[in-house]
């Protein structure tokens, strides 16, 4: 007598996965098993906003190429701290004067002229800061001025002529804004208070209904972080929420009313007014204010962002720009992580298009816009390395000279086939320019060079798998990288 014994034997069957796009971005709020190949774990240095891997900018020094200079100039020794651009007009010679100015590791302003030929920074006498100043520029008197002012020190003005001076009676300014020809100001001293000085005269602070005073907020919101004119009210920054306050010529009418209270920590130095619409980031995410309402933007990235007190912004060209410190948890070290770093990044966010890129390895300090002629320049200076100069972010791929490195790597997933085994057969790409293939298999790493070509090139592979990732590595210019595929054989 004879039985039928049926022989199981495992089901094969191929499969083409096709990277749709790179215009997903990178996408860290969601388990990187049910993410679509579209998303990246992490990528930076690539333009991806129009869903293939391109170049995006570059760095290198602010030389005498950028401001029509006969030569380079010659920085200030010690570290730049911040800098600032006076708006100056010389009503004798009927011209601009602009002036930059540096705030150095060794408490004192510098400045040189901005339309001339000199290359050698001056100190402004009488200019000590023993903490990081805010700048204003304003027309006093019929006579353009800069105003100084920090946490611990006295109000500085200058003319650019005259000795500056210092206003004793004015309160240690940590913000201020113009506002219907009143200065309104926070203050380390009264964290609850905002002053505002009297009517076009913002170095008089006399508390009277007729010229200076302040306004008292004791609620849960906090301490006051930043003041800024927007949308014709003034609208305060605090601790754990935004205030308005609608500031007219006479204080007795000022109002004030409480828009939004924050779940996480506002950080003042990434408040900032971006066209119709000022963006901020707060311990609990980044937002977008449009003078009523807030609401999240980029929430597929912000959980890499760490150590908010160090984050500063800057709005170039229709674009947010945020340095912060980010976790890219990959072990890689780029550029500036080689050594002590405070930031390592620099979110570029396009408020129009929605769309975002993230550069690495780049330690900024402060942003300044430049103004030059009909010309702006996206300026900045550095903590660590590069500190002594200022620098530049321009329309190129280099770091300094050198290559960006640039990457995108996919989540580390089993493709959304848990129990199956995987075997990747071959890879089809299209690269313009040499690019490294690195693809994490169970946890081995296997790099394969691919030659750039303007055709679809396959890529032979026999990697079984569970669980895998793939990353696209460039270190050269003018990278292209479109149009990847994955084919598989997928056994259960």
């Not at 055709?455 to 592979?461: N, T």
Request: proline content about 3%.
């Amino acid at each position: 007598m004879f039985y039928r014994h049926s022989l199981k034997t495992p089901k094969t069957h191929n499969s083409i996965i096709e990277f749709a796009s790179f215009e997903g971005g990178m996408c860290r709020h969601i388990d990187p098993n049910i993410m679509p190949l579209r998303y990246a774990y992490n990528t930076y240095n690539f333009d991806i906003s129009d869903g293939a891997l391109k170049d995006g900018l570059g760095i290198e020094k602010l030389c005498s190429k950028h401001l029509e200079k006969p030569q380079d100039l010659t920085f200030p020794q010690g570290q730049i701290k911040s800098a600032w651009q006076f708006y100056l007009y010389d009503f004798s010679l009927l011209r601009r004067d602009d002036k930059l100015v540096l705030y150095i590791s060794d408490g004192f302003l510098y400045y040189i002229n901005l339309f001339d030929e000199s290359c050698d920074f001056k100190k402004i006498p009488n200019s000590y800061f023993s903490s990081p100043p805010n700048f204003l520029n304003y027309r006093l008197n019929s006579q353009d001025v800069m105003i100084v002012t920090s946490p611990t020190d006295e109000m500085l003005v200058y003319n650019g002529v005259d000795e500056a001076y210092r206003v004793a009676q004015a309160p240690k300014i940590s913000s201020m804004t113009v506002h219907y020809e009143r200065l309104f100001a926070t203050s380390t001293g009264e964290s609850n208070q905002i002053w505002f000085s009297k009517e076009l005269d913002p170095i008089n602070w006399d508390i009277n209904l007729e010229s200076a005073g302040f306004i008292e907020m004791n609620d849960e919101r906090g301490a006051l972080l930043k003041v800024m004119s927007f949308l014709d009210y003034v609208y305060v920054f605090r601790e754990f929420g935004i205030t308005r306050i609608s500031a007219y010529a006479d204080q007795t009418q000022f109002f004030v009313s409480h828009l939004f209270t924050s779940s996480g920590r506002i950080c003042p130095d990434t408040v900032t007014l971006c066209g119709d619409h000022v963006i901020f980031l707060t311990s609990s995410g980044l937002y977008a204010f449009d003078g009523l309402q807030t609401y999240k933007i980029l929430e597929q990235i912000f959980d890499g962002i760490k150590d908010i007190d160090n984050a500063r912004s800057v709005y170039y060209n229709g674009k947010y720009y945020l340095a912060c410190n980010y976790d890219f948890s990959d072990g890689q070290k780029i550029h500036c992580e080689n050594t002590d770093y405070v930031c390592n990044a620099v979110i570029e966010y396009d408020t129009i298009r929605k769309t975002y890129i993230i550069y690495r390895g780049i330690d900024i300090a402060s942003f300044l816009v430049l103004k030059i002629g009909s010309k702006e320049l996206l300026t900045f200076s550095c903590f660590k390395e590069h500190s002594g100069s200022l620098s530049i972010l321009y329309q190129g791929s280099q770091y300094y000279g050198a290559e960006f490195i640039k990457a995108w790597q996919s989540p580390y997933t089993d493709l959304g086939r848990g129990d199956y085994i995987k075997t990747l057969k071959a890879i089809y790409l299209v690269s313009h320019t040499p690019c490294k293939l690195i693809i994490n298999a169970d946890g081995k790493e296997y790099i394969i060079d691919v030659e750039g070509s303007r055709l679809v090139k396959r890529i032979p592979l026999k990697l079984k798998f569970r669980l895998m990732s793939i990353c696209f590595l460039v270190t050269c210019s003018n990278s292209y990288i479109t149009r990847p595929m994955l084919e598989l054989s997928i056994t259960k």
